[in-house]
């Protein structure tokens, strides 16, 4: 089992970002999946959800109207779009794969910086 984030970096704030996360080796059409993120000196928290089909997403209050999370179940893709950044969205980006059953799978991580 993998999932492979991408598309962290630097940007200044009010800029955007992509990531990615690229998933294999287990049925990517049977989990749902999510972000989550990790800033210096706090707890992981949820940033978005996604539902296994790509019917229901779900966001942190502080990144909804910013956000969007999609998904491609024949490429084994989940991206976030991320708009309007700010200094404190600063954190290390994880994906993380769920199923019904308690099946839970993590990637490791891509850094987004904001800061000008």
């Known amino acids: 089992v993998q999932l492979v984030e991408s598309g962290g970096g630097l940007v200044q704030p009010g800029g955007s970002l992509r990531l990615s996360c690229a998933a294999s080796?287990?049925?990517?059409?049977?989990?749902?999946m999510s972000w989550y993120r990790q800033a210096p000196g706090k707890e992981r928290e949820l940033v978005a959800l996604i539902s296994s089909a790509g019917g229901s997403t779900n966001y942190a209050d502080s990144v909804k109207g910013r956000c969007t999370i999609s998904r491609d179940n024949s490429k084994n893709t989940v991206t976030l779009q991320m708009n309007i950044l700010k200094p404190e969205d600063t954190a290390v980006y994880y994906c993380r794969a769920q199923n019904r059953y308690g099946m839970s799978y993590w990637g490791n991580g891509t850094l987004v910086t904001v800061s000008s």
């Open positions: 080796g287990f049925t990517f059409s049977n989990y749902f």
